[in-house]
């Protein structure tokens, strides 16, 4: 019997196996950052040990740090606690840190892959639940606890239950206006947030095989939201020539060994998935959230469901009357407040260009506050070099700098309470963006399109008007 790619990755990396069917799986890259690492590095420090692989560990800032003026001292106070904590730990334990001020700091799921530090084939791990989206590579990537975080500090390995397998295939071509987003929220939509849990998901199919490396990245972002452990994409040439090239990329006749390996990294024909579902691409329209859950959402033209057509009528409620929505209300033309564009699902240079690509030569609504972060330094810089900074300048956006921001509200980027936000960022729940905050998750020209009109609209209605195809 053949294997699946999650399969193949996985025994490759599996060190031992204990009683109880538990495995002991090494992990190749292991990304930390200032929220969820002082403990570890605490935990390190009272057995009297170093770290294992100091070599195999990342660091850098991004959850808590301001994304205006860096360059100064951060007037949060725990804020610039734990971005200094991070800042002690790695220098007292020799690990990389791209830290507030340099050129390659960012949001963690954003500089791996930009780096070439993910590669195919690889196991990833870090303390946030997000890792999934280094899987668009073909790698195992998971989030992990504060506990597991040192014990890959000390050992490099982890004791883990093997996942069960699922594929998710998106077959057909997607419409035009039509995103990776919206089809994460609409798989999403279909399984509920629990449709996943306890799988590891790929993603296939000839929609998923004609994205883009960062449009990958997106959907297997958000696989958390469904309760996968990660999700994954074979990789294939469009991988392979994201990866070439980049800082930490095989170079010359190393990169073509490594191309040789990682040609072999799909799911075999006769491969058993213990799930799979299919979905067509024609089906998806541009999406958006009503409630407080990535699986609370609806296609912009459709109707929010009613009580009576759900199988938990006051889980709908209780989110209705957090959003200030109604049963069966239609969302299209209601005025939103604020749109925020970012965050690792979608604060690639391709999500901005997508916007500016928009934006150009139209005005945001006056009663709207749009932000976009970058996703790194180095997306600002491209940003900036391409002139796109001037364009969302001239349109009323604001272009801040690097950080996780709005997405989780932990520093100052919030969304006062009951005001809505038009968000690309992965999670809608109660008080996420701030508390008391309403957040719609929706693509990155959806939300350009809603921050100029200044009301939730269908994107495809503006095809010609500057809507990328």
Same mark, same amino acid.
């Given at each position: 019997m053949g294997k699946t790619l999650f399969e193949k990755v996985w025994d490759r990396h599996v060190v031992d196996t204990?009683?109880? !069917?538990?495995?002991i799986l090494y992990i190749d890259r292991h990304f930390i950052h200032e929220v969820t690492s002082p403990q570890a590095f605490d935990g390190i420090r009272n057995r009297g040990i170093d770290i294992f692989r100091k070599e195999r560990i990342v660091a850098t800032a991004d959850h808590n740090v301001p994304t205006k003026d860096q360059h100064l001292p951060i007037k949060d106070v725990l804020s610039r606690f734990q971005v200094d904590t991070l800042t002690r730990n790695c220098k007292e334990f020799g690990i990389d840190l791209y830290g507030l001020g340099h050129k390659y700091q960012g949001i963690v799921h954003v500089i791996g892959p930009e780096l070439g530090i993910t590669k195919p084939g690889m196991t990833i791990v870090c303390g946030d639940s997000h890792t999934s989206t280094h899987g668009a590579f073909g790698t195992i990537a998971f989030g992990i606890g504060t506990s597991q975080v040192e014990q890959v500090m000390a050992t490099q390995c982890?004791?883990?239950?093997?996942?069960?397998?699922?594929?998710?295939?998106?077959?057909?071509?997607?419409?035009?206006?039509?995103?990776?987003?919206?089809?994460?929220?609409?798989?999403?939509?279909?399984?509920?947030?629990? !449709?996943?849990?306890?799988?590891?998901? +790929?993603?296939?199919?000839?929609?998923?095989?004609?994205? *883009?490396? +960062?449009a990958r990245m997106t959907i297997c972002n958000m696989s958390i939201e469904m309760g996968a452990r990660g999700g994954m994409i074979a990789p294939?040439?469009?991988?392979? +020539?994201?990866?070439?090239?980049?800082?930490h990329a095989p170079k010359g006749e190393e990169f073509d060994k490594a191309v040789e390996f990682w040609s072999n990294l799909y799911s075999?024909?006769?491969?058993?998935?213990? *799930?799979?579902?299919?979905?067509?691409?024609?089906?998806?329209?541009?999406?958006?959230?009503?409630?407080?859950?990535? !699986?609370m959402g609806i296609g912009v033209t459709q109707n929010i469901p009613?009580?009576?057509?759900?199988?938990?009528?006051s889980g709908l409620q209780k989110s209705l009357d957090y959003m200030g929505l109604e049963p069966g209300?239609?969302?299209?033309?209601?005025?939103?407040?604020?749109?925020?564009?970012?965050?690792?699902?979608? *604060?690639?240079?391709?999500d901005i260009r997508i916007?500016?690509?928009y934006v150009k030569g139209k005005k945001k609504a006056s009663h709207v506050q749009a932000m976009i972060v970058p996703g790194s330094k180095q997306v600002e810089a491209q940003a900036k070099e391409e002139g796109i900074h001037e364009i969302l300048a001239e349109a009323g956006f604001e272009l801040r700098e690097p950080g996780c921001s709005a997405c989780l509200g932990m520093n100052e980027d919030k969304i006062p309470k009951g005001e809505y936000c038009v968000s690309t960022s992965n999670r809608n729940f109660e008080g996420r963006q701030g508390p008391g905050a309403r957040t719609m998750l929706v693509s990155p020209l959806t939300?350009?399109?809603?921050?100029?009109?200044?009301?939730?609209?269908?994107?495809?209605?503006?095809?010609?008007?500057?809507?990328?195809?």
């Open positions: 204990v009683q109880g !069917g538990l495995e982890l004791l883990l239950q093997r996942p069960k397998t699922m594929r998710i295939n998106i077959e057909g071509e997607l419409g035009e206006g039509i995103y990776s987003k919206d089809i994460i929220l609409y798989i999403i939509s279909k399984l509920t947030t629990s !449709g996943g849990t306890g799988h590891f998901v +790929e993603y296939a199919g000839s929609a998923i095989r004609s994205l *883009s490396m +960062e294939d040439e469009t991988t392979f +020539e994201y990866v070439k090239g980049r800082k075999d024909e006769d491969a058993v998935f213990d *799930s799979e579902y299919t979905f067509q691409a024609e089906d998806i329209e541009p999406m958006i959230t009503y409630g407080t859950n990535p !699986g009613r009580i009576e057509e759900v199988k938990n009528p209300e239609n969302l299209l033309g209601k005025k939103i407040d604020h749109v925020f564009i970012g965050s690792c699902t979608n *604060s690639r240079i391709e916007v500016a690509e939300a350009a399109v809603i921050a100029v009109e200044g009301r939730i609209v269908d994107a495809r209605e503006y095809i010609g008007e500057g809507v990328p195809a």
